[in-house]
């Protein structure tokens, strides 16, 4: 098992910045991707930014693309998410998530395990 806990979410001004990280603990893997989620009210689940673990590829939603970055510290097993110029649309309960195998993915269903979420709450 591996357990993922997200920390950072709170409440920011519109054109803010906030710092997501995920901490991944338990039973390690050699390689594995990681990835951001989201998910506002009444709404489906939706994809924001992956990495591969091993090499630090990413991949953004266009919704995030030039505003998010997603990194990894594999010493600490600490996956972020830098979100910068927040807009009261990126409101929503942000998961981490994490795929058993070396490419990453924007497909929910293809990751393992799923932290509890955190939320952003951006005021306009």
């Known amino acids: 098992q591996v357990q993922l806990v997200e920390s950072g979410g709170g409440l920011v001004q519109a054109e803010g910045s906030l710092r997501l990280s995920c901490a991944a603990s338990?039973?390690?893997?050699?390689?594995?991707?990681m990835g951001w989620f989201r998910q506002a009210p009444g709404k489906e689940r939706e994809f924001v930014a992956t990495?591969?673990?091993?090499?630090?590829?990413?991949y953004y939603a266009d919704s995030g693309k030039g505003r998010f970055t997603t990194s990894r510290d594999n010493a600490k097993n600490t996956v972020y998410l830098q979100m910068n110029s927040l807009k009261p649309e990126d409101t929503a309960v942000y998961y981490c998530?994490?795929?058993?195998?070396?490419?990453?993915?924007?497909?929910?269903?293809?990751?393992?395990?799923w932290g509890q979420g955190t939320q952003v709450t951006v005021s306009s």
């Open positions: 998530a994490a795929k058993i195998g070396l490419y990453y993915s924007h497909r929910a269903n293809d990751y393992d395990y």
């Open positions: 990495i591969s673990w091993s090499s630090g590829l990413t």
């Open positions: 338990g039973r390690t893997f050699s390689s594995y991707a």
